[in-house]
């Protein structure tokens, strides 16, 4: 019994001073990894950094890609008129929308995509007409941009031959930048 007592009491004894002698700036550390570190403490500290680092330099360069679709029925006009639908395109974003326009009941004789939802011509950003009378089924425009620190809408405008229920929307997407 004496023995039995003397291991587990010489066991509790080396944990103690194992616990309390051994701090991992002690320890000695080879550098195979060029961190400049001696210790363990300092390689733990060294590798932590590298890794932010390269996190860092990684998160510059991921994106989030959004896709943007939408589409509504509004009644046209045969002159430039808001057609109630528009695009909310994120900030810090690259964006690559197509707007169009569809014949249900009257042909499409112009699209406009605009920054505002009261100015129609004045303020247009991409238009397309049917200057000769062909009588298109559905009318487009594409707009590839940048949006800076704040996002912005867009506007889709419509004129067609007769006032009538007709179609608009818009498909695409948006890659915002993660930071």
């Known amino acids: 019994m004496g023995g039995v007592l003397g291991v587990v009491l010489m066991g509790m004894i080396s944990y103690v001073v194992a616990e309390s002698l051994i701090d991992s700036k002690d320890v000695v550390y080879e550098d195979n990894s060029n961190l400049a570190a001696k210790n363990v403490q300092d390689a733990i ?10 996190l860092s330099g990684i998160e510059d360069k991921l994106y989030t890609v ?14 430039w008129a808001y057609t109630g639908l528009s695009a909310v395109l994120p900030a810090n974003s690259y964006c690559s929308i197509t707007y169009w326009i569809g014949w249900s009941y009257g042909h499409p004789n112009g699209i406009l995509v605009s920054g505002s939802p009261t100015v129609g011509e004045s303020n247009s950003l991409a ?4 200057s000769a009378g062909s009588s298109f089924q559905k009318l487009s425009v594409s707009l590839n941009e940048y949006v800076g620190s704040q996002p912005v809408t867009r506007y889709i405008w419509a004129k067609f031959d007769n006032a009538a229920e007709n179609d608009t929307g818009y498909w695409g997407f948006c890659a915002t930048k993660y930071k």
Request: net charge positive.
């Open 127 to 130: 238009v397309s007409q049917d």
């Open 45 to 54: 500290d060294g590798t932590c950094s590298k890794i932010d680092t390269r």
């Open 66 to 79: 959004s896709n943007m679709l939408n589409s509504r029925r509004f009644t046209s006009s045969t002159g």
